[in-house]
């Protein structure tokens, strides 16, 4: 079994920092892309940012220059860092990985349980 533990929301005023992480642990042969999502009351979940295992990352236009996603390989931990805060950052934010858990099997995106973050104007 894989389990992928966020932690690191709250509730922050507009224009402050928070920041994201996100364990994988349990039975992982290796991860590949890792990232966040965030779902909005009455929005679908939309793709925040990502990472793949060489550190190429891939952001949504309305949190570029914002966020920063980050990882750790040794500790299969993904990061996100969020400054400059608005109201619409306010979402529970989910963390997935692309990953296996041997060398023969598919890839498969495990994900976290997700995490409330709101933003106070």
């Known amino acids: 079994q894989v389990h992928l533990v966020e932690s690191g929301g709250g509730l922050v005023q507009a224009g402050g920092s928070l920041r994201l992480s996100c364990a994988a642990s349990g039975s992982i042969f290796s991860i590949n892309t890792m990232g966040w999502y965030r779902q909005a009351p009455g929005k679908q979940r939309e793709l925040v940012a990502t990472?793949?295992?060489?550190?190429?990352?891939n952001y949504a236009d309305s949190v570029k220059g914002r966020f920063t996603v980050f990882r750790d390989n040794a500790k299969n931990t993904v990061y996100l860092q969020m400054n400059s805060l608005k109201p619409e950052d306010t979402a529970v934010y989910y963390c997935y990985a692309d990953l296996r858990i041997t060398r023969d099997s598919y890839n498969f995106n495990s994900w976290g349980q997700g995490t409330q973050v709101t933003v106070s104007s």
């Open positions: 990472i793949g295992t060489g550190g190429t990352t």
